[in-house]
């Protein structure tokens, strides 16, 4: 994939990408896991869990008691639906689609705004942080593009001289 001289470079920008783009399974993973808990009698919730699913999470737990568990499993449903969005956009980063890497850091923001509405203060510096880790990704997965393009465009370098002097033939012995 990359010259000896552009191996290193390019192996940590990949490493580096790959990591930006990993932290998008753990936002699907670890709202789903937040997601029953708070569903079924939990009370607590990862720094990384989304406000948006916890706010679906709540509404479910309120309209339970009017309209039975029905609410709660409709919420889990939907909190399925969103986790599962940042696990798309987790496997298309990880394929180096930087547009997923732009879309999902927008949809983080736009969740972290609903913990800054309901003042949910660790949680929302910590969306804050994995921002920060997401758009390093994004750096390398750019980086990491545009070097893959240059090394296209660049020649390859020529063969070493030892390689350009004639081989002497080697004459086969005759069969006896």
């Not at 599962?84 to 180096?96: C, I």
């Not at 509405?117 to 990704?137: N, R, Y």
């Amino acid at each position: 994939m990359f010259s000896n001289e552009l191996g290193y470079e390019g192996q940590a920008l990949l490493q580096r990408s790959k990591s930006g783009a990993r932290w998008f399974f753990w936002i699907a993973g670890l709202t789903i896991i937040t997601s029953m808990v708070s569903l079924y009698g939990g009370g607590f919730a990862f720094f990384l869990s989304l406000g948006t699913t916890q706010f679906i999470d709540g509404v479910a737990r309120g309209l339970s008691k009017e309209f039975g568990d029905a609410t709660k499993i409709v919420a889990l449903v939907l909190d399925i639906l969103v986790a599962g969005v940042f696990g798309l956009m987790g496997w298309l980063a990880m394929k180096r689609h930087l547009w997923s890497f732009i879309t999902g850091m927008v949809l983080f923001m736009l969740d972290a705004l609903v913990l800054l509405a309901f003042q949910i203060w660790i949680s929302f510096a910590f969306h804050l942080l994995v921002v920060f880790w997401i758009f390093k990704g994004y750096q390398a997965a750019r980086q990491l593009s545009e070097l893959e393009r240059q090394m296209e465009l660049t020649p390859p370098p020529p063969p070493p001289a030892e390689l350009n002097q004639a081989i002497p033939a080697i004459e086969a012995a005759p069969l006896s």
